[in-house]
DNA sequence: AAATAGCTCCGACTTGAGGCGGAGCTAAAA
DNA sequence: TTTTAGCTCCGCCTCAAGTCGGAGCTATTT
């Protein structure tokens, strides 16, 4: 494989782009075909600029790099996506890869790393950076979410348990009977493991359930 | 003033640090006179690099550059420091501006921009990015903060309810008795118009009042 | 000296929260 | 067909939660 590996990169700040297309520049085997500012604007652009490899940053104002990945790939499974962000949480970490993306790193990566993740990802395998692969096992390892455990019901009264509704309201609000919601309430606080409805509220909050 | 403005780097993102410096090249007036990785590398190095005008990013590993903002001024209030982040969240503008920082722009900006600013610093003016600037009227007409009208004992009691604590377990761990948590209980409710305890965990939580 | 604010505590009262046990209904699974 | 799981509802019970009004103490302010 001696011809140049063709590389698009996706992010909407500009200096990253200048940055990249500095660090790219220096090797002979890369050469970048385009660039986009938004995960939108890659999804439009991609099968005119037919890059063999897309570094692609996550959180993006106009269509974030996760559905963009998915759109590009269900046009073209045989692009290789490079996710290449700041951050590496569980929240972003799981559905990147579950997009598809071949290879996830940091924005502190070196040139070099940046470089060979490129090569290896033109020849299909995948570079983790060290830190997200420790999120990752960490996230395996951890208990079977007892969320999961609750009906679909009982997360709605959850859902109102955390907007601060007392009983009589969650009542009202799901057109059901009290005694209905003290049944759902009682299941969720034993499910959670939880003494109270303050407890639950707060369970909700600290694993980010709904959003915030 | 026909002298070079002498700029400072301060970004733990080794990409972010060569797109800027491809940005400022252009521009003869501005010359770069280092680059610092993180907070307390910057704090380290500034005295030795004697910058005018430090371009600053927020969320770095080692050292943030709110802590490193506060520091460099607390030894030179002369430095003019320009905060160039990726976010304009309430939580990070307030803070930014309050520990001294001379300017927000967000990273979206263009090498235009970041040149204009770095120019007004050097002669003291401020530049606020337009998205922020929305944010920051948005903060200013916020409720005067009712968590500031809790007492300092009311502050931890609301932190214990935040933690999932009931009253007895409250009265235990301040060494005080119930009836004694119970009024301080009623006080926070009555001035963070809430009608029960679970509601002030979520309003704690809201406001990311006890970290998280 | 007097007023104010904050922390402490008390008794009495009302009510919502939650547990326990039981039950009918429906739809899916064994 | 039987069993199981999920949603619904009931009564009874206990207790924590929260309100109301009152009070003593200290430190600061006026």
Redesign the pocket.
């Known amino acids: 494989m001696n011809e140049n590996i063709k590389v698009m990169i996706v992010d909407d700040h500009d200096m990253v782009r200048k940055g990249l297309t500095a660090y790219l520049s220096t090797e002979s085997e890369i050469e970048i075909v385009g660039e986009a500012s938004s995960g939108n604007e890659a999804v439009r652009v991609f099968e005119t600029l037919k890059p063999e490899v897309i570094l692609m940053d996550l959180i993006m104002e106009d269509g974030d790099g996760i559905d963009a990945t998915k759109q590009i790939l269900s046009k073209d499974p045989s692009k290789k996506i490079i996710i290449l962000t700041s951050f590496y949480d569980d929240e972003q970490v799981f559905p990147a890869l579950e997009s598809g993306a071949m290879s996830y790193l940091l924005k502190t990566a070196s040139s070099e790393e940046i470089i060979r993740a490129i090569q290896k990802a033109h020849y299909g395998k995948t570079v983790i950076d060290g830190k997200v692969a420790q999120k990752l096992v960490a996230g395996l390892h951890k208990h079977p979410e007892p969320f999961d455990r609750l009906?679909?019901?009982?997360k709605e009264v959850l859902k109102l348990i955390a907007e601060g509704k007392?009983?009589?309201e969650i009542a009202t609000t799901?057109f059901?009977?009290i005694?209905?919601v003290?049944?759902?309430?009682?299941s969720i606080?034993?499910k959670l493991e939880v003494a109270?409805?303050?407890q639950a509220a707060i369970y909700a909050y600290q694993n980010h359930l709904f959003n915030e």
């Not at 009906?151 to 009982?154: A, C, I, L, M, P």
């Open positions: 009906t679909v019901r009982e007392n009983n009589s799901l059901i009977g005694k209905t003290k049944t759902h309430v009682s606080l034993s109270d409805r303050t």
